[in-house]
């Protein structure tokens, strides 16, 4: 029914930023919620970031509240997710899903998942 697939990962220095995104294929008319979640090496996933899907709402996790940003683009069916004033300590690879309610900060609640894109900070 629906396919999600994360692209623009890859290695950027510590305080710089980076911006991945996510195409969603497939029906979204039942689509109410768009997330970002991560897991960094040998660590269970973490949530980092939901946005509904008028844009009126959205969530962050602690750890990257004031520097990273979630969008997205329903015309192009597309989110986004941007990295600002990244740390080695955000090092993961970062998920994009999708869920049919708003309830974003836990993973149970999704629905599709794409498979993920590697995000490295070098010191």
């Known amino acids: 029914q629906v396919q999600l697939v994360e692209s623009g990962g890859g290695l950027v220095q510590a305080g710089e930023s980076l911006t991945l995104s996510c195409t969603v294929f497939?029906?979204?008319?039942?689509?109410?919620?768009y997330a970002w979640f991560r897991q960094p090496p040998l660590k269970g996933r973490e949530f980092v970031a939901a946005i509904d899907r008028d844009g009126a709402n959205t969530v962050y996790g602690d750890s990257v509240k004031g520097r990273f940003t979630i969008s997205n683009n329903n015309a192009e069916n597309k989110m986004y997710l941007h990295l600002n004033n990244v740390k080695p300590e955000d090092t993961a690879v970062y998920y994009c899903a999708t869920s049919r309610t708003w309830m974003p900060t836990s993973h149970i609640h999704y629905d599709y998942w794409g498979p993920g894109t590697p995000v490295t900070v070098s010191s």
């Open positions: 497939g029906t979204t008319v039942d689509i109410n919620g």
